[in-house]
Each structure stands twice: as C-alpha cells, then as structure tokens.
C-alpha cells in the first residue's frame, strides 16, 4: 500500500494480525509505501514448517523479507513480539532501518498474555485473555473470541504459541538497548497490562535519544486499539527519520 521508496514495515505481536496496522497503513499511505508482513507465527501449519526457536529466527525473516523486496529506505515499527524482533534486527545489522517505533514491546518485561495456557483451553480462558491485551472491551467480538478459541484447539499450535512466548521471555534486550543509534520512538497504553506503563519508561531511559508518548485509555495494542491516534503520533516522528 502506498508509494514511494520510503517504507514503513509493521510488525505484529504474537496474537496481533497484519490486519491490526490496517486504520494506521491508510492514515499513512498518502505519504509513505507501508507493508505489514504476516510473520511466521500464525495457526496455519505450513508457516511452522521450519519451527521457529529463537527471536532471531523471526528477525532473520524479517531481515530476508527487506532484502528480497530491495527496501533501502525503512522504518521498523512495532508491537509487543514485533517490537523485540525489530530491536533484535536493528541490533544485528546497525544502519538497516531509519527509525525504530516500539508499541508495548517485549524484550525488559512482559507478563505472559498467554499463562496458564493448556491444551483445548475454554472460551473463557479465551476471553480473559483478549480483555487482558485490551482496554476498550467492546472490541473484544464474540467471533473474535470464536476465531482465537477455534485456533487454539489445535494441539500442535497451542505447542507452537508456548515455544514461541518461551523464546520471548528468553530474549532479553536490556544489554543492548544502549547500542541503538537511530531514532526511536516508543508509544505506550497507558491501560497495558501486559507490558506496564514503567517499562516504556525504562526502554525510554535505555534508548538514547528516544522519545516516549503515552495513549490515554488504551491497553497493549495500541496500533489495533487506537490506531488515529497512533497514526497522529507517527506522522510527527517518521519525517525526521527520512531526513538527509
């Protein structure tokens, strides 16, 4: 979507889709060629082929998936999973990307979204889990709770989310913060439970130069929950990303 050889590549969180970035692509595609890839972590088997282990694993996707589409000019934008794996890409290949944005990013602290998780989990459980990524509960649909419960019936999935939340619990960024030299802006939920308000603070203390902007009333995604508002944000940060 968009035009123009500055990119703007989203990246989704372990249960966020590429539809998610859809409000905030649009509001930015006037200006920007904006991409949202599906990453390699999604129900449909053929994507775990190769069982993903490591967050590199997910960040050397994504580093192929900007190689093979000759994106020179590119900003890395995103939420919870997607926010580690752009800060894993930026910290292996320093000058890739133009500017970074972190929405309530794993990699410092994250509570599991995903405890207590077990096979053939109810719709309940289902749910619980949704109102807690989520301020605004009315977005939480019963065919949104549907599609979720009707994944998570597949065993081999529910494996597959647990190896994946283990290798973001193992990831930790906090070493290697200091050596991002980009700029950076880091979008918070005032409401997230998931990663708390404090630890977009503390990635705002570890990245030098970075900016920290809080959305009022707004949980974990804050790209899916209050997307205007996030595309409000980007438009003021991402200019200065392309300069020069």
């Known amino acids: 979507m968009g035009a123009g050889s500055d990119t703007i590549l989203f990246l989704h969180g372990l249960f966020g889709t590429p539809e998610h970035w859809q409000v905030v692509m649009e509001r930015l595609s006037d200006r920007y060629r904006v991409i949202a890839p599906q990453l390699p972590i999604d129900p449909q088997p053929g994507r775990r082929r190769d069982g993903m282990k490591t967050i590199a694993d997910l960040s050397d996707v994504v580093a192929r998936f900007i190689e093979d589409r000759k994106l020179d000019s590119v900003v890395l934008c ?6 580690l794996v752009a800060i894993d890409l ?3 290949q320093p000058g890739l990307a ?7 990013s794993a990699g410092l602290f994250e509570r599991s979204p995903i405890r207590g998780l077990r096979a053939k989990p109810s719709r309940e459980f289902v749910r619980t889990t949704v109102a807690g990524i989520l301020h605004d509960q009315s ?5 949104l709770v549907d599609n979720w419960h009707g994944s998570l019936m597949d065993r ?7 190896r994946v939340s ?4 193992d990831r930790s960024v906090e070493n290697e913060l200091a050596q991002l030299d980009l700029p950076t802006m880091i979008i918070w939920g005032r409401n997230d439970e998931i990663t708390p308000p404090s630890t977009g603070e503390e990635f705002q203390r570890r990245i030098k130069g970075s900016q920290l902007e809080f959305i009022e ?5 804050p790209n899916w ?3 205007e508002k996030f595309a409000e944000l980007l438009t003021g940060f991402l200019p200065g990303c392309f300069e020069g």
């Open 156 to 162: 081999d999935y529910v494996r597959f989310l647990l």
């Open 166 to 169: 283990r290798a973001t619990r």
């Open 90 to 92: 930026c910290v292996k």
């Open 217 to 221: 009333e707004c949980g974990h995604a």
């Open 78 to 83: 995103g939420n919870s999973l997607g926010g």
């Open 225 to 227: 929950e209050r997307p």
């Open 98 to 104: 133009k500017g970074l944005v972190l929405a309530g």
């Open 139 to 143: 977005l939480i649909s019963e065919d």
